[in-house]
């Protein structure tokens, strides 16, 4: 997938249901999320990735923001929050439900890095079940991009995913042409997962001038077969 067909699929997902698109639970299919249900799972998730770490509350992004699961709980601890999704309809509805406004701001962006965000700005940045949706290629753009936005002793919590057993051994391209064959006449949308090595993850962080000083890995839960799901907490060196 490139950066227009990932906007288009999930400009198209957040027409249609936006919380399953984020949290496609399959039991939602037919009692979906309650707005306090999915905001509070948001809550849940902020409060781990923050537990362990002393550091600045003036600002944090969340990158991948969808309607705001993680930027409405950070604007909890932190004085100023942006969100960033490449999905319109996704940002639209985020708006709609942003029970902060003068502390939220959510931005539409459709490129593959963070330009629009000045360096060394943010004393955490948080992403969530985002990078795991789009290509090995991009994913290490943001994920630099996370490292040159956060100030010097900022953190950045961020999932991934890295693939096991025999998935690993299959390209992406391969994979996105088997995807558009078998689910095209199927109402249902299929979302799609890529992974990335942990040591590609560490040597860009080592790159972007960060340590890993928080590293947990375990079964991915829709498929613990083919993935395994890696969450890293990253600080930036001080200046």
Excluded at 68 to 88: C, K, M, N, P, W
Excluded at 140 to 151: D, G, Q, S
Excluded at 188 to 212: D, K, M, N, S, T
Excluded at 223 to 238: A, H, I, Y
Aim: aromatic share 12%.
């Amino acid at each position: 997938m490139n950066l227009d067909e990932i906007k288009g699929f999930w400009t198209r997902l957040g027409d249609k249901d936006p919380m399953w698109a984020i949290l496609n639970d399959p039991a939602c299919r037919q009692v979906p999320w309650t707005a306090e249900e999915f905001f509070e799972t948001g809550r849940s998730a902020v409060r781990q990735m923050l537990q362990d770490f002393c550091l600045g509350r003036a600002k944090a992004l969340d990158f991948g923001c969808g309607i705001g699961r993680l930027t409405q709980a950070l604007a909890e601890h932190f004085e100023s929050v942006d969100g960033v999704d490449i999905s319109s309809s996704m940002i639209a509805n985020a708006e709609k439900l942003n029970r902060f406004p003068n502390r939220v701001v959510y931005h539409l962006n459709t490129r593959n890095d963070l330009n629009r965000f000045a360096s060394g700005q943010y004393d955490f940045v948080g992403s969530e079940i985002v990078l795991q949706h789009m290509p090995a290629r991009l994913q290490r753009n943001y994920i630099a991009e996370f490292l040159r936005v956060l100030k010097p002793g900022g953190v950045a919590h961020f999932q991934a995913i890295h693939a096991c057993s025999w998935r690993k051994w299959v390209p992406d391209l391969a994979t996105d042409l088997y995807r558009r064959l078998k689910y095209k006449n199927r109402p249902a949308p299929h979302i799609p997962l890529y992974g990335i090595p942990v040591g590609h993850v560490r040597a860009i962080i080592q790159r972007a001038g960060g340590a890993i000083v928080k590293y947990e890995c375990a079964p991915y839960t829709s498929r613990p077969d083919l993935w395994r799901s890696d969450n890293f907490w990253v600080r930036k060196g001080e200046a």
